[in-house]
């Protein structure tokens, strides 16, 4: 990654679940676990939290889900301090998501 000291960088997880299958949103609901990332990075680098888009909703039976079945950018803004010194450095991101099969 290319810092620039003081700027706020946006970062993207993207999703694309093959057909029939989907991913969850921060509540997934009745079932499943939302999608996590973090991060590897020197010290000073902060991130927000995911800025989750807006889900879709999953049922079977009695069991209401919501997620994403379609392509979906988990955003994140990567803030660099204003007294970093401007250059590279290497981001280690480490993402953990379920997928399961959509009614």
């Given amino acids: ?7 706020s960088i946006p970062l993207a997880l993207r ?7 989907h991913t969850y949103w921060r509540n997934p609901g009745d079932s499943g676990l939302p999608t996590t990332l973090d991060w590897d990075a020197p ?4 991130f927000s939290d995911i800025q989750w ?7 079977l039976a009695n069991i209401v889900n919501y997620g994403y079945g ?7 803004d990567m ?8 250059g590279n ?3 280690s991101p480490l993402g953990s998501w379920l997928v399961t099969t959509s009614p």
Avoid at 1 to 7: F, L, N, R, S, W
Avoid at 15 to 21: A, D, T
Avoid at 79 to 86: E, S, T
């Fill in 53 to 59: 888009p807006r889900p879709e909703t999953f049922r």
């Fill in 89 to 91: 450095f290497r981001l």
């Fill in 1 to 7: 990654v290319h810092a620039v000291p003081g700027e």
């Fill in 70 to 76: 379609q392509e979906t950018l988990h955003i994140v």
């Fill in 43 to 46: 010290e000073g680098i902060t």
């Fill in 79 to 86: 803030q660099v301090p204003a007294d970093w010194p401007a």
């Fill in 15 to 21: 999703l694309l679940p093959e057909p029939g299958w």
